[in-house]
Nanobody
């Protein structure tokens, strides 16, 4: 299984980014997908997740109203549209996949390499 995230970068506060993650080696449409992030010196946290059937999404409180998770099963890809970015959003962002509906940041079966997001003030 491979999960390859891309689309991070350097952006000014208030700006937007749209990281994406392409999955291979698994049946994408059966997996719930998540985006997690880890900033230096901090624990990894679950930012957003989306169910395999696209019916349910979850957002961590600090990103509600600013981030949107979506998926394209035809492309085996999950996206994280990030708007109104703040310096505290700076972190390495990872995508993850699993069959159960995971609620934490550490139980996911499959992880990918992250993409760095840096928000300047």
């Amino acid at each position: 299984v491979q999960l390859q995230a891309s689309g991070g970068g350097l952006v000014q506060a208030g700006g937007s980014l749209r990281p994406s993650c392409v999955a291979s080696g698994l049946t994408f449409r059966r997996n719930n997908m998540g985006w997690l992030r880890q900033a230096p010196g901090k624990e990894r946290e679950l930012v957003a997740r989306i169910k395999s059937d696209n019916t349910t999404t979850y957002y961590e409180d600090s990103v509600k109203g600013r981030f949107t998770i979506s998926r394209d099963d035809a492309k085996n890809t999950v996206y994280l549209q990030m708007a109104s970015l703040k310096p505290e959003d700076s972190a390495v962002y990872y995508c993850a996949a699993d069959l159960p509906w995971r609620v934490g940041a550490t139980e996911w079966d499959y992880w990918g390499r992250g993409t760095l997001v840096t928000v300047s003030s």
